[in-house]
């Protein structure tokens, strides 16, 4: 037991911080989101920037992620013992949020660019023009960040930050809500051996940009702009689903390093190389970088009563 204080666990560690409760609250949290996204009508916030019906429902698969957002706000804000929790999205530093944002989006867009590039320079991705519809592209963009910032909330900011708060090796929570993150999408459409890795890599990557950058907007970012960039300005599957709208249309298509027909960019193997490049790199540059640990000295005031 001495072994386990000293090298496993912290002393003022709380019950529910162990990874099948953090896993099972955290599940509890999307679908309370979900019943609360119903109730507000989100499914419908898409006619604020669309009069198309199905351009709006496919927009209603995004925008149903809000209330997630609010489940998890408040859990963190009502629970005195998760509210240091709130510092990795609202940074001392406010320029955080600006420049993770940024450059996220950056990385994003220039990461799915990439694979797309390579499969049509392959031969096997031929797309062609659609429409640029900027009040729609401004709707999609806000309800993808909202879907993406609701996963990144429930993995990076939720399971991450109490695994993190229970553990004092960084690699319990990098690894613990990597597999989370990987769970919430065994349900998409057209899940591949590729997919797999890549959902699981993500994972990886996000948490290590928390580890040593304490930026969770650089993750919401980078997530939002790789799904955008895929679903919204090429017109490719994301997660299995295809936009009713997108600035490009898939014309052609065919399976190769870069791109899955039925999963997307994400189903592909250069993703999955890309992805683990981009993990290398961050392990080399800073791994001698002092991991962001906010919870070092944390002293529980509800002593085992934090949700």
């Given amino acids: 037991m001495n072994f386990l204080k ?6 003022n560690r709380t019950w529910t911080d162990i990874f099948p409760l953090t896993l099972g609250l955290a599940y509890a949290l999307l679908f309370v989101g979900v019943i609360i996204s119903n109730i507000l009508g989100a499914d419908k916030w898409g006619y604020l920037f669309n009069s198309d019906p199905d351009v709006v429902t496919f927009m209603g698969v995004y925008a149903n992620f809000f209330g997630i957002w609010l489940s998890v706000l408040f859990v963190a804000i009502i629970f005195k013992g998760n ?9 001392e530093k406010k320029s955080k949020i600006v420049t993770g944002i940024l450059i996220g989006l950056l990385f ?9 590039a390579g499969s049509i320079l392959l031969g096997n991705l031929k797309l062609s023009f659609n429409a640029i519809e900027i009040k729609t592209l401004i709707g999609f963009l806000l309800f993808v960040m909202i879907q993406s910032g609701a996963e990144e909330l429930l993995a990076r900011f939720f ?6 708060r229970r553990f004092k090796n960084p690699a319990v929570a990098v690894i613990g809500n990597s597999l989370l993150f990987l769970i919430m999408h065994l349900n998409n459409h057209g899940l591949n051996l590729a997919s797999y890795f890549e959902l699981f890599l993500w994972g990886v990557l996000f948490s290590l ?10 993750c919401i970012a980078i997530h939002t702009a790789w799904n955008f960039t895929q679903n919204i300005i090429y017109g490719l599957p994301n997660s299995g689903k295809v936009s009713m709208y997108s600035i490009f249309r898939l014309d052609a298509a065919t399976n190769d390093f870069f791109f899955d027909t039925g999963f997307g960019v994400e189903g592909s193997w250069g993703a999955v190389l890309f992805i683990t490049i981009a993990i290398a790199i961050l392990i080399i540059i800073f791994k001698d970088k002092e991991a962001n640990d906010l919870w070092e000295g944390w002293t529980d005031p509800y002593k085992t009563n934090a949700n």
């Fill in 6 to 11: 000293e090298k496993v666990w912290r002393e």
């Fill in 159 to 164: 399971c991450y930050q109490k695994l993190r």
């Fill in 108 to 116: 994003g867009f220039a990461f799915n660019s990439l694979n797309v």
């Fill in 209 to 218: 940009i928390i580890l040593y950058f304490d930026n969770l907007w650089a």
């Fill in 83 to 91: 509210r240091p929790m709130l510092k990795c999205l609202v940074p």
